[in-house]
């Protein structure tokens, strides 16, 4: 039973992971941020359940928690910089650099 | 042989508070230097004021002595803890020290005075009365302090004022050169001086003076508490201090081009005093030459070659204050001379120091005051026939040049005369060398007499001479009468040697003076073959205004003896090579070290900064990377 959940974390872990690479929209890589925390969720909460203790599942909330700050900071900073730049791609806003 | 006595220590009088002699010109230069501007108007008065007060006390002092039976005449007076241990400030005030305390602080005044007059027109007048205060504060020091430690003090004191006042007109280049060639001549001299005392700490334990008579160092020698040759040693060094300070051979180099600076200080520094600091080092510390008969002839042999070597430059010099100068070594080789045949040459030495003190003086105020009147002229080939338009200075610059050539019955005939007859006494070859020396002075002081004061006018088209304020004649006056009566005065029934007995000891047999000697009567024969060719040269024939080539001797002559090339090729040309070398080594090998690494470090970071993209993706990769290779070696680890 768990290595199917395992299986499915480890999977959906993976599709966000490709997706923060390779896309390029803000929007879409934040989700895919998203995917891949949630994956982990998953992983936490399957792991719980199999060793019978509540620390996954606590450990799962913070997450949460700590995703949906992320969130609204996030978004917030793509939001800006849509309006200055015109664009949510990820490549444009490449000014930090070398 | 009668050695010095013991120093008592002393209390009250104005023995007592003789150390205002030190620090009323201290703070006269203090308030001036640091009043600045505002003590403008009246800072001269002040300096004139400070000195004058340092000498009223020189005087009481000076008489309290004389009040003192004879055994108690050296006086001690504890000041404070200097350097603990090592030295204590303290005063020693005997008759050699107040000798020069008068010296000093008297003609130190007129001085002062004649340089209102002199420096009336210099917008930084205020700062030279600071400097010449600074000055005569470290000259007094340096006379008056009862160790070597308190003395060295003094001795650099004079050096930074002499250093200070060569280069007073600063903006002139050669003011500026002369400057910084005077101190760093001398700063050879004082390290040899410094060597001297570590030595004397070493071997005695004190650099007290109180503690290191005749009788302490033979102790040392018997005892073998001290070698003959550290004893030579010290002497040799303290020599060579004495020659880096009173421009003796082969220290020679500094004095004329310290002629850049004011006439007065030339006459104050160096002609009157800070330039004999050299023969009172070598009479104060008799106690190591009277041990070192090696030392005391090399002291001789200096003083010889420098009394030959300053005369023959003075002949060949057309600017008056160059010969003047040359005139001076010339004049305190006789000293050294002296001062290197022990206690009875002691005497003569320091007697032709103070005679010579005031008719030295006199003539370098006088050729200031003949500057004064021509412009500021010095060539000697521009002046000519002066004698008539400057009564005062003429007749006062002739007594001082009688009185150096030895003229019957001035000041020079009896205290030179005396340095001759005991040198030829004690060494034959040393006494006629010092004859030849009287001659040529003869010569050379009556050539510059004659051009400058007789035969045609050569002078300058816009020249209108004029003789000078009394500020600065009056001193001239009073220089000239010391000129004319102090060699009778010290010498005669050798109240002198008697006087100074109790600080530097006298020979059992006091010596007579000969108004007809043989050395005498040769001295007074060259200086009239010498002065009668002066006049054939300078006085009946024509003085040319541009000084002809000359012989190879009169290049010579003119270019100091070859002393400043033998300097260059010798020091300065492998100094400078010296410093080239280590610019190149610094320049290419610490600097390439140093600037190649930082360029390697430099290059990588260039390079190494590519990576930061700007790319989020890119950022996202390296992080996702640098993931797996944490859990790959988390795995790696937990399976060992």
């Keep these: 039973m768990t290595t199917h959940y395992l299986v499915l974390s480890a999977l959906l872990f993976a599709i966000g992971g490709a997706g923060v690479l390779v896309r390029r929209n803000a929007i879409v890589v934040f989700m895919c941020v998203e995917l891949m925390l949630n994956a982990c969720n998953l992983a936490f909460v399957t792991f719980a359940r199999q060793h019978g203790n509540l620390d996954g599942q606590l450990i799962a909330f913070f997450v949460m928690v700590v995703a949906a700050a992320e969130v609204v900071i996030g978004l917030a900073i793509i939001v800006m910089i849509f309006r200055t730049r015109r664009s949510a791609s990820v490549d444009d806003a490449n000014l930090l650099k070398y | ?640």
């Design chain 2, 1 to 640: 042989m009668q050695s010095p006595v013991e120093i008592v220590q002393h209390s009250g009088g104005v023995i007592g508070v003789s150390w205002l002699m030190i620090a009323l010109p201290l703070l006269g230069a203090a308030i001036l230097l640091l009043g600045g501007r505002r003590t403008d108007r009246w800072g001269h008065f002040l300096g004139v004021a400070m000195s004058l007060a340092a000498f009223v006390v020189a005087v009481v002092s000076f008489v309290e002595i004389l009040g003192l039976p004879e055994s108690e005449r050296r006086r001690g007076i504890e000041l404070y803890q200097f350097i603990p241990g090592i030295a204590d400030m303290g005063l020693l005030i005997d008759p050699l020290s107040i000798s020069f305390a008068l010296l000093i602080t008297g003609v130190g005044s007129l001085i002062h005075i004649y340089s209102v007059g002199y420096m009336s027109h210099d917008p930084d007048r205020r700062r030279f009365f600071a400097y010449l205060n600074l000055f005569v504060a470290a000259m007094l020091l340096l006379v008056l302090a009862d160790n070597y430690v308190a003395l060295f003090v003094g001795w650099e004191g004079v050096g930074l004022a002499s250093y200070l006042l060569i280069g007073f007109w600063q903006f002139k280049p050669t003011a500026a050169a002369a400057a910084k060639k005077a101190f760093i001549v001398n700063r050879v001299g004082d390290f040899g001086l410094l060597i001297a005392i570590f030595t004397v700490w070493t071997t005695f334990g004190s650099v007290a003076f109180g503690d290191l008579s005749g009788a302490t160092v033979s102790e040392a020698i018997g005892s073998g508490g001290a070698s003959q040759g550290t004893i030579t040693a010290i002497g040799l060094l303290l020599l060579l201090g004495a020659c880096g300070k009173s421009a003796q051979l082969p220290l020679q180099s500094w004095l004329l081009d310290a002629m850049e600076g004011p006439t007065p200080v030339s006459a104050l520094i160096h002609a009157a005093t800070m330039v004999t600091a050299g023969v009172y080092l070598v009479v104060r510390s008799g106690a190591f030459f009277e041990a070192a008969p090696t030392a005391q002839l090399v002291v001789t042999i200096v003083g010889v070659a420098t009394l030959l070597a300053g005369a023959i430059i003075g002949c060949a010099k057309d600017d008056i204050k160059k010969g003047l100068a040359g005139s001076t070594m010339s004049q305190i080789g006789y000293m050294m001379l002296g001062a290197g045949l022990g206690p009875v040459g002691y005497a003569f030495a320091i007697a032709h120091l103070i005679t010579h003190g005031f008719f030295k003086a006199n003539m370098f105020l006088g050729a200031g005051s003949v500057m004064h009147a021509m412009n500021d002229e010095v060539d000697m080939r521009r002046y000519g026939g002066l004698f008539s338009v400057m009564k005062v200075t003429a007749v006062t610059f002739i007594i001082g040049y009688l009185a150096i050539i030895g003229f019957p019955l001035l000041s020079g005939y009896f205290t030179k005369d005396g340095i001759i007859e005991t040198a030829m006494e004690h060494n034959q070859i040393l006494g006629w060398l010092a004859v030849v020396g009287a001659g040529i002075t003869g010569f050379y002081m009556s050539r510059m007499i004659f051009m400058t004061f007789f035969g045609k006018k050569r002078w300058a088209d816009d020249a209108h001479p004029h003789e000078s304020p009394s500020v600065m004649t009056v001193p001239l006056v009073i220089l000239s009468i010391g000129s004319i009566f102090l060699g009778a005065f010290l010498i005669l029934d050798n109240r002198f040697m008697k006087f100074l007995a109790p600080a530097v000891g006298a020979p059992e047999e006091l010596p007579a003076f000969h108004f007809v000697s043989t050395a005498g009567l040769a001295t007074l024969a060259l200086v009239a073959v010498g002065a009668a060719f002066a006049w054939f040269r300078y006085g009946a024939a024509e003085v040319p205004r541009v000084a002809p080539r000359g012989s190879f001797l009169t290049t010579f002559a003119r270019r100091d003896l070859y002393g400043d090339a033998l300097n260059e090729t010798l020091f300065m040309r492998p100094g400078q090579w010296l410093a080239r070398i280590a610019v190149f080594v610094d320049n290419r090998g610490i600097d390439g070290l140093v600037n190649g690494l930082a360029a390697t470090i430099g290059g990588t970071s260039g390079r190494l900064r590519r990576v930061q993209t700007g790319y989020v993706r890119s950022y996202a990769l390296s992080i996702l990377f640098g993931a797996a290779v944490v859990v790959g070696a988390l795995l790696y680890v937990g399976n060992m």
